[in-house]
């Protein structure tokens, strides 16, 4: 036998079973199956009547996901092609094709049409699994591997979620995790880049991860490298153009990771020019080195790294020191929240109640914890104020709609304060907080330790019917002060009682046992912040005439 006919030989002879079935015959058996019809009826669309398609094996040891889940999912996959094959199609699963593609592209004689000419197949469906934060994902490209098209994408399916239990996937070490993340992550750039193409990348790492997060992303850049640099599965192309320098590409790295305890969840996004893709893993913490424990001190978002910011307030009128320093810190705030979102410079300037009420309202867009002050400045009647913080985004899909109202803008000292808030897209736990103008949190609702569960779709006030009358007071010894009502809203139940006190009885009560904002605030970083939303109600209140 010849060196040129070896391989041919080898893909001419391939033992194929084929599956021989019509549309209106074969049936889903699963719910992995069923989420694949459709987009399997699709891949079907591209080729003519009477083709043959390979569902190519996936490599568990390139995708680093357990054995019986890739299994699960080819056959699953197999079975959606099989039950949308048009009359005279048929599906093959060849555990040896890797083998066989192998020894053809070792070969280096004769063009890639004149290898493949003998194929069993028409097409071969090469399909990547990705888990996500919520779930896996499957998504395939289909090759012809016959005629002058060999080696063209015929198809793509866009990544299709599958009904698989999130502990089918279990915990992976902090080294398998990596490469599961990497190579989901560039599987995704190069499907929808160019299928057919290996390259050569430079990974760039953005945004504040910490110490830990930058280790693991330095592992995960490393497999998106080697990756991207291999040929892609099951390619006939780089036959066609062996020796040739893939062209350098530049991927961006972003990572969020979330500390649970025990598990560590890491949601990956990699970009390629205008292309993005996204991934996720969990990884159990003990497989990270223990240098970098404890990763958060309450857990949630794991180090986004210190920013800093500055606040500065000069009123328009004489005005409370007090209340100067307080309005510096908000705007403060403001900017550092803005400056972590790219919304902002890191520098925010106030003279009135305008400007500190919508700086107040920027909390709903993200939390600064484990603060730090300086006072910049403090020349009457003026203040500054330097803030070094951590910022965590707060809001996701899985948060609760939230719409909260309070009844007026300003109100007078004593007058009853009442809260309505309604929730969409599922129940929620709610708590209520007054941020008031010393920079102190208390507690208004519920009066009981545990959040509120509030019910869809149903306005609730707060304080409810037999709960203590709320009535906002100003700082002792001012005419007027600018605070604010917080609506804290979690798909999750959490403790209202661990982030503030309940208010007292009266002002200098509620004053005297308050917790500091910076507290109130590391306390809320603690929760699930991808599944909260917040509501920040500003308002005035005058002391009585």
Known sequence: MSGRSAPLRRLALLTVVLLWASAQSARASDGVTRALIEPAARIWASMPSGSRIAVAPIDPDTSGLPDALLIEVERSFAAALLATAPTGSAVSSRRDLPM?????????????????????????????????????????????????????????????????????????????????????????????????????????TAGDRGAAGQWFAALVAEHISRRLAQAPPYMPHPLRSLGSVPAPRTVVL???????????????????????????????????????????????????????AVGSFEP????????????ARVLARAALIDRTLGSGGGDRRGRGHADLTAAMGRLAKGIPHEEVWHDEWASAPAAAQTLRARMSPIGGGEAPILEASIERAVYRAGERMGVRVLVRGGRAHVAVFV?????????????????????????????????????????????????????????????????????GETASDSLAGAVEMSAFLDMLAGLDLTRTSLAVLPYRVRATD
């Not at 003990?286 to 790294?305: A, D, E, H, N, Q």
Request: hydrophobic residues 50%.
């Open 254 to 308: 972003e990572l969020a990771l979330w500390d649970h305890g025990d598990r560590l969840d890491i949601h990956g996004r990699a970009s390629m020019g205008e292309v993005a893709a996204r991934s996720s893993v969990r990884i159990a913490v003990r497989s990270i080195p223990r240098s970098f424990l404890p990763l958060t001190r309450y857990g949630g978002r794991v180090g986004l790294g210190l920013q800093q």
């Open 435 to 503: 941020w008031q103008a010393d920079d102190t949190v208390v507690r208004i609702a519920p009066w009981q330790e545990a959040a509120l569960r509030v019910e869809a779709a149903q306005r609730t006030d707060l304080s409810g019917p037999g709960d203590p009358e709320i009535a906002p007071a100003p700082l002792p010894g001012s005419q007027e002060t600018v605070e604010a009502v917080i609506v804290v809203a979690s798909a999750l139940p959490f403790s209202a009682d661990a982030l503030a006190p309940l208010a």
């Open 316 to 327: 328009q009128a004489p005005t409370d020191r007090r209340e100067v320093l307080f309005a």
């Open 100 to 204: 066989a593609w192998e020894e053809a592209e070792s070969f280096t004689q004769g063009a890639a049409a004149g290898l493949l000419a003998q194929a069993a197949v028409d097409a071969v469906a090469v399909a990547s699994v990705a888990e996500q934060a919520d779930g896996v994902t499957l998504s395939a490209v289909l090759l012809a591997v016959r005629g002058e098209a060999v080696g063209d994408v015929l198809a793509t399916m866009a990544p299709t979620a599958l009904a698989l239990e999130m502990g089918a996937l279990g915990l992976a070490g902090a080294e398998a995790g990596a490469r599961r993340l990497g190579v989901a992550l560039a599987e995704g750039l190069r499907a929808s880049v160019d299928p057919s193409a290996a390259f050569t990348v430079r990974v760039h």
